[in-house]
């Protein structure tokens, strides 16, 4: 089976470490948050400009000046802080981040990433995606694996308008774990009952598969 | 020194066809809804206008842009409103999208007097068509030029009479930036105090780069995307 937005966001959420400053994509990214362990402290980067944001408000703590990238209102937590969006960017730009999350419409084995625009129908903007792939020292990128149609979003080359160049390091799928390497996609796990045949076919960019490819643990 | 000035539209003196004008805010968030609205009343046109975003079609920058006054933006993330679209697409409006880092780095550069400076973000994208780019450490960069305008208007919490100011969450965004690089900058504020009433520990905006402030009135402050705990 094929993992679902909530699982992708869980398996992701194993990426985070004790202490780490992360910043949440829009969409599958933000869901992140609500899976991560335990026991560990994480303060989450909303790049308009505030550390430690919390959980959505209530009708009764809602205020229209305290909203997240995504625009959507938002609590803060002890020990935030906020400032404006050039000190926002001198955290990401500066490497202070540790790991940002965000979503792809593609994928290269070289590790560039199509985000932002699909020339005719989405025209919106970048927002802070190409600061953020350009500087991040560990960027995962949610997606899934292929379209609607079926056709592989992991490729050879980006067919759409690039966010970034050579910047993705990890890819949760709906279907893989998966590193960029030097060589192409590295399998490192498949969702449970996805076999090695259903990945590589679902992968237009070169797949490295090396020894038996355990399933992702739920 | 006092600069304050009675109201938006003793604010806006001097506003002229074809300035350069940044606004603040980001979505609807710390928006200088008082300027806008009486920039969107007045005649003034062809203005190029930097700001994260323009607003949505009945509120914020869009009002101006439904008068067909801006006939340029510099922005990272636009679209909320079905007209901006309409003038884009039929070439009504030009629309310049930068990384929105690299677009606070450019305010705030042009505020701080350095007139270009590299940056790794949109290198290797369009967004680097026709720009310098340079190797620094093993990574390729862009080089961005600093952002200055003939006005800056910024809407900030509280300030003061010497044009201190200080904002509310995460209502600061590029606000703080733009203060410093008009060269006029107008700051609208929700509450308006004597010089001495701000503990000077706590200015976000120090009063230099502001040159006329008001209380602003009657804020709407509406929430684009309204999200709450379930």
């Given amino acids: ?5 909530n699982q992708i966001a869980m398996r992701i959420a194993r990426e985070i470490k004790d202490g780490n400053y992360v910043n949440l994509g829009i969409g599958i990214p933000t869901l992140v948050a609500n899976f991560i362990p335990e026991g560990i402290i994480v303060t989450l980067q909303s790049e ?38 050039a000190t926002s960017f001198a955290m990401i730009r500066g490497g202070h981040v540790d790991v940002t999350i965000l979503g792809a419409f593609e994928v290269s084995e070289k590790g560039d990433i ?14 802070g995606a190409m600061d953020l792939v350009a500087s991040a020292k560990n960027i995962i990128v949610a997606m899934q694996h292929t379209n609607k149609e079926g056709q592989s ?60 490819i355990p399933e992702i643990q739920f | 020194m006092n600069k304050t000035v009675k109201n938006a539209k003793e604010a806006i003196e001097g506003f002229k066809d074809n300035m350069t004008v940044m606004f603040g805010g980001f979505g609807l968030c710390g928006i200088p809804e008082n300027t806008i609205l009486e920039l969107s009343k007045a005649k003034v046109k062809g203005l190029v206008c930097i700001s ?11 009002l101006m842009l439904n008068n067909h006054q801006i006939r340029k933006m510099v922005s990272s993330y636009v679209g909320e409103n079905a007209e901006f679209e309409r ?46 780019s340079r190797e620094f450490n093993g990574k390729m960069h862009l080089l961005e030029h600093a952002l200055t305008a003939d006005f800056a208007v910024v809407k900030a919490w509280k300030g003061d009479t010497a044009g201190n100011l200080i904002y509310k969450y995460t209502a600061n965004n590029f606000n703080n930036m733009m203060a410093m690089a008009g060269k006029i900058t107008i700051a609208e504020v929700e509450e308006l105090v004597p010089v001495g009433e701000l503990d000077p520990n706590f200015i976000h905006t120090p009063g230099i780069f502001v040159q006329r402030i008001f209380q602003g009135e009657n804020y709407i402050k509406r929430i684009e995307q309204l999200t709450l705990s379930k």
Avoid at chain 1, 115 to 127: A, D, E, F, R
């Fill in chain 1, 1 to 5: 089976m094929a993992l679902d937005k």
């Fill in chain 1, 48 to 85: 308009n400009g505030m550390l430690g944001m919390g959980p959505f408000p209530t009708m009764e703590t809602v205020d229209a000046d305290l909203i997240n990238a995504g625009k959507q209102t938002i609590t803060y937590l002890p020990g935030a802080s906020f400032f404006d969006s």
């Fill in chain 1, 114 to 127: 199509a985000s932002w625009k699909v020339p005719g129908k989405l025209i919106k903007g970048m927002g």
């Fill in chain 1, 153 to 212: 979003k992991l490729l050879k080359e980006c067919t759409l308008p690039l966010t970034g160049v050579g910047c993705v390091k990890r890819i949760v799928s709906d279907l893989a774990v998966l590193d960029v390497t030097e060589k192409g996609f590295k399998l490192l796990e498949r969702a449970p009952g996805v076999t090695v045949e259903q990945i590589q076919k679902a992968t237009e960019g070169t797949l490295i598969v090396e020894g038996d």
């Fill in chain 2, 52 to 62: 994260n975003n323009c607003g949505v079609d009945d509120f914020g920058l869009g």
């Fill in chain 2, 87 to 132: 003038q884009m697409l039929s070439g009504e409006l030009e629309v310049e999208l930068l990384p929105q880092g690299s677009l606070a780095e450019k305010i705030r550069a042009g505020g701080a007097g350095i007139p270009a400076f590299y940056v790794p973000a949109g290198y290797g994208t369009e967004v680097g068509i026709g720009k310098e």
